[in-house]
């Protein structure tokens, strides 16, 4: 896959994360993506809120199947992913990956963090799951974060803009760049689909998409094997920042594009 040093592999992969699940998370557009999973034999990334709290992902009643379910989908193949503590964005400290005002660990006290996902990890292990990568809440997270998942033996974080795993501070990050699928020439690509908030049109888009690239979907054990981790190059690490800045300035295109139209409104 990966060939001579400082290529990367074509054609281009992909992981399909699934964000904000627990078991109160909308259970018809959940009920679709899973049905794509399995139409697909795809092996996701399944981010799971431990103990979720926060009110605008309990969209439907809480589900009584839902732990059954989601050890089913690990068993299959599917990674699991500590999708933060309790889901409750309420600090503006600045993360990492600096994509939100608010999050539910940057700025956080060193010790509460710590406390967090040692607690998150419990419950979800007490659910007979095996978290295996860490997924912030609204890209939310800061050095005290990185510190707390490496004592607590979490060793990989889904996040950046690079083109293939990275290593930093002594963890291994698994990119993650898109919020649809985009067809792409090489590289690894990670595609965030929000299962409460997924629309039918979005859903349909996955699956078309799916139908002619589903060769190309990976898993994260997979991904690991045909991109080897390392440090990033200068011009790889420019790059990313590029990305981040492009992605920025396009919400903040959306959100002023918004507030026009609601203001027209009045």
Known sequence: MKGAKGLIAQPAHYLLRFDDLCPAVSRERWRRCRAL?????????????ADNQDAELQVSPPDPEF???????????????LHGYRHLCVSRGRSLVPLSR??????????????WIREGLHI????????????????GFDQNTLHA???????????????????RDELVWIPQQLWAPVKKVSGLWTICVHANTASDTEIAG??????????????????????????????????????????????????????SRRCARI
């Open 37 to 49: 999973i399995e139409e697909f034999q795809i092996r996701p990334i399944l981010a799971v809120v």
């Open 149 to 167: 998942l490496r004592a607590e033996g979490m060793l990989f974080v889904s996040d950046g803009f690079t083109r293939r795993p990275f290593l």
């Open 206 to 259: 996955l699956r078309s998409f799916l139908c002619h690239h589903a060769k190309q979907f990976t898993s994260l054990e997979r991904a690991l094997e045909d991109f080897p981790p390392g440090n990033l190059s200068i011009a790889e690490k420019i790059s990313a920042k590029c990305a981040l800045w492009q992605i920025r300035a396009s919400r903040a295109k959306g959100d002023l594009w918004n507030h």
């Open 102 to 115: 608010v999050s539910e660990f940057a700025g956080v006290a060193a010790e509460i963090q710590r406390e």
């Open 67 to 81: 732990w059954s379910r989601i050890r089913e989908m690990e068993s299959a193949g599917a990674a699991i992913g």
């Open 124 to 139: 979800l292990r007490s659910r007979g799951l095996d978290p295996k990568i860490w997924v912030a809440p609204r890209h």
